[in-house]
């Protein structure tokens, strides 16, 4: 089992540009979330789902948008691109009891 | 919301020394306490974890204490090693307006342990 991936594994971006950020899990968990680790800040949570067809906010949702079309994967949308959001951008999905896996990571950045 | 505030954000230790890391949350409601390792350049990796009912939990070289009146936990690593030595996260579950549980989780700002041989 791949467990959690996520495409790209680097990105970089210009000021404004849009790209979408793919988590896929085989695992069949319901819950799947989106965060972002920036140094000294710790992981903040972007957006999460806790089924197939919902998504709900997070701590710092502003400028991201999210889709969980199908269970097995999360889409993070980044509309307008800023500096601000050059991150590390991991996926993780929630498996029982509670324990949350990670997924590689995203590192992008914007210029 | 949670707020969950770690101590220290750097610690350096001697190979065989023990390190402790403290954390604090400030919604009583939470009840579901992990530890995160995460070495350079990689994910975080659950190394334990606590639930409220409980008040230590060990696992080999690996402890967490949990006090729920100061609302505080600790992560406990005894005879350290330099495999030790990586980015450390507390974490506390906050139960979300949708109803079930522990499906959030709010992180710590991470304990850079360095273990020296």
């Known amino acids: 089992n791949a467990g959690v991936t996520q495409t790209p594994k680097f990105r970089v971006l210009k000021t404004g540009q849009s790209m979408t950020l793919l988590c896929a899990q085989d695992m069949n968990h319901e819950y799947m979330y989106w965060y972002r680790q920036d140094p000294g800040m710790g992981l903040r949570l972007i957006h999460y789902s806790v089924g197939e067809g919902t998504t709900a906010k997070g701590e710092v949702p502003d400028g991201y948008n999210v889709s969980r079309l199908k269970k097995q994967n999360f889409l993070l949308g980044l509309e307008s691109a800023a500096p601000s959001q050059t991150s590390v951008y991991f996926c993780?999905?929630?498996?029982?009891?509670?324990?949350?896996?990670f997924g590689p990571g995203t590192r992008l950045t914007v210029t | 919301g949670e707020n969950v505030e770690q101590h220290p954000s750097t610690l350096s230790v001697q190979e065989g020394d023990s390190a402790v890391i403290k954390c604090t949350y400030s919604?009583?409601?939470?009840?579901?306490f992990p530890w995160y390792k995460q070495e350079l350049g990689k994910r975080p990796q659950l190394i334990i974890d606590i639930r409220s009912n409980v008040g230590e939990k060990k696992d080999q070289r690996i402890a967490v204490t949990l006090n729920k009146t100061a609302k505080h936990f600790s992560l406990h690593i005894t005879e350290t090693q330099p495999e030790d030595s990586a980015v450390y996260f507390c974490a506390a579950s906050i139960r979300g307006n949708s109803g079930g549980s522990n499906y959030k989780l709010t992180f710590g700002k991470g304990t850079l342990l360095t273990v020296n041989p």
């Open positions: 919604d009583s409601a939470s009840n579901y």
């Open positions: 993780a999905t929630r498996g029982m009891p509670y324990e949350q896996y």
